[in-house]
């Protein structure tokens, strides 16, 4: 397998197409009970779910990848999953030689407390898909009835991962994403500030509140921290000298004002490498 990547790589990487990131489904979704958990699903007390993979699948999986000079991106939406791809990093972290790792563990719908702070001590970047994180009907319904509590308040712990030192990154997931699908950043950088849907500044907020992000830190998701994990910070997610002009200008401040109206920004005009591809 690797040397299958490795080829791929020598053959068709470029500028534009980069070959230098694994993706590893992990596991699969808690709406369907193939999330792979620690403790039993709440409402399926029989069952944890489950991976493609054994434990030591895992190890050597990861730790193959990461020597041949390869980042992975991991799938987890369930904690165990989470939880062994850490350790499956941390192994692979002390098996190989030194480098610049820019691992990714993506979803995390929920992870354990002691995992949290794993993200910030080897260098993982926790991606999640911000728009997932608002109190809709699915989450509500589905979320809270597969984790019961206390698992269920616990969910999509964004601010912990800043707060203990790590990076986070944003994704849609889009389309495959739940109640709540878009590709739209201005709408998941709100769902990311406020957790509650979209046009409903009464609605409920996902638990725990105090998760909500700061516009700053949710922009910051979404460029640089974006742009962090693709090996990409070098060129793109913010306006510096030396790096490509990629960037959108808004036609108001987002960084003031409703944070509920963030998704009404208006963009003027959008450039690509220095050139205006849009303009109102």
Same mark, same amino acid.
């Given at each position: 397998?690797?040397?299958?990547?490795?080829?791929?790589?020598?053959?068709?990487?470029?500028?534009?197409?980069?070959?230098?990131?694994?993706?590893?489904?992990?596991?699969?979704?808690?709406?369907?009970?193939?999330?792979?958990?620690?403790?039993?699903?709440?409402?399926?007390?029989?069952?944890?779910?489950?991976?493609?993979?054994?434990?030591?699948?895992?190890?050597?999986?990861?730790?193959?990848?990461?020597?041949?000079?390869?980042?992975?991106?991991?799938?987890?939406?369930?904690?165990?999953?989470?939880?062994?791809?850490?350790?499956?990093?941390?192994?692979?972290?002390?098996?190989?030689?030194?480098?610049?790792?820019?691992?990714?563990?993506?979803?995390?719908?929920?992870?354990?407390?002691?995992?949290?702070?794993?993200?910030?001590?080897?260098?993982?970047?926790?991606?999640?898909?911000?728009?997932?994180?608002?109190?809709?009907?699915?989450?509500?319904?589905?979320?809270?009835?597969?984790?019961?509590?206390?698992?269920?308040?616990?969910?999509?712990?964004?601010?912990?991962?800043?707060?203990?030192?790590?990076?986070?990154?944003?994704?849609?997931?889009?389309? !495959? &994403?739940?109640?709540?699908?878009?590709?739209?950043? +201005?709408? *998941? =950088?709100? /769902? %990311?500030?406020?957790?509650? #849907? $979209?046009?409903?500044?009464?609605?409920?907020?996902?638990?725990?509140?105090?998760?909500?992000?700061?516009?700053?830190?949710?922009?910051?998701?979404?460029?640089?921290? !974006? &742009?962090?994990?693709?090996?990409?910070?070098?060129? +793109?997610? *913010? =306006?510096? /000298? %030396?790096?490509?002009?990629? #960037? $959108?200008?808004?036609?108001?401040?987002?960084?003031?004002?409703?944070?509920?109206?963030?998704?009404?920004?208006?963009?003027?005009?959008?450039?690509?490498?220095?050139?205006?591809?849009?303009?109102?």
């Amino acid at each position: 397998m690797v040397e299958t990547l490795t080829d791929i790589r020598k053959r068709i990487g470029s500028e534009l197409v980069k070959v230098d990131t694994v993706k590893i489904i992990g596991d699969g979704s808690q709406g369907g009970y193939t999330a792979w958990l620690i403790e039993p699903y709440a409402d399926m007390p029989d069952s944890t779910g489950g991976s493609p993979f054994t434990e030591d699948q895992w190890h050597q999986l990861v730790g193959m990848v990461d020597a041949a000079g390869f980042d992975v991106h991991i799938h987890a939406c369930g904690e165990r999953t989470a939880r062994v791809a850490l350790d499956s990093i941390e192994k692979a972290i002390a098996a190989n030689p030194a480098r610049d790792r820019r691992n990714t563990i993506a979803h995390l719908v929920y992870v354990e407390d002691s995992d949290n702070p794993r993200f910030a001590k080897l260098g993982v970047i926790a991606q999640f898909s911000a728009n997932w994180s608002s109190a809709d009907p699915d989450t509500l319904q589905n979320m809270v009835a597969r984790y019961g509590e206390p698992r269920a308040s616990r969910m999509y712990r964004t601010k912990t991962v800043l707060k203990q030192g790590g990076r986070v990154s944003f994704g849609t997931d889009w389309p !495959a &994403a739940g109640y709540f699908s878009t590709y739209e950043p +201005l709408k *998941s =950088i709100q /769902v %990311g500030v406020t957790r509650q #849907l $979209i046009g409903l500044k009464d609605a409920p907020v996902l638990s725990p509140s105090d998760e909500r992000l700061t516009v700053e830190e949710a922009i910051h998701a979404n460029t640089l921290g !974006a &742009a962090y994990q693709l090996r990409m910070d070098h060129q +793109l997610g *913010s =306006i510096e /000298v %030396g790096k490509l002009a990629d #960037l $959108i200008i808004l036609d108001r401040n987002i960084l003031e004002g409703d944070p509920h109206d963030i998704h009404k920004a208006k963009v003027d005009m959008a450039m690509m490498n220095g050139t205006i591809r849009h303009k109102a």
